[in-house]
Nanobody, 117 residues
Framework: QVQLVESGGGLVQAGKSLRLSCAASGLIFAIEPMAWYRQAPGSESEFVARISSAGITNYADSVKGRFTISRDNAKNTVYLQMNSLEPEDTAVYYC???????????WGQGTQVTVFS
């Protein structure tokens, strides 16, 4: 069973940092691209960052320079380091991959990030 489990969300003051983690199981983690998305209340889901199996990264313009995505293949875990957080970053953050074996999208349950000013 393929599973993604996020952790690390919370309530934080603007300007501070958080690090999200996403632990994967049931897939060959090292070969899969991993991504983070977020959804704010009343808004559509929004792409945040992506990292390929080779470690190539790309980011949404809104987080570029503040967020860093990374992966640890030995731990089957992808991270999202979020610095200089802004109230506009408040959302539920979801981990995502496309499983090559299952040929379908896989999503985590989400972790809430709330930034107050």
């Amino acid at each position: 069973q393929v599973q993604l489990v996020e952790s690390g969300g919370g309530l934080v003051q603007a300007g501070k940092s958080l690090r999200l983690s996403c632990a994967a199981s049931g897939l060959i983690f090292a070969i899969e691209p991993m991504a983070w998305y977020r959804q704010a209340p009343g808004s559509e889901s929004e792409f945040v960052a992506r990292i390929s199996s080779a470690g190539i990264t790309n980011y949404a313009d809104s987080v570029k320079g503040r967020f860093t995505i990374s992966r640890d293949n030995a731990k089957n875990t992808v991270y999202l380091q979020m610095n200089s957080l802004e109230p506009e970053d408040t959302a539920v953050y979801y981990c995502h991959t496309f499983s090559s074996a299952l040929a379908r999208d896989v999503w985590g349950q989400g972790t809430q990030v709330t930034v107050f000013s």
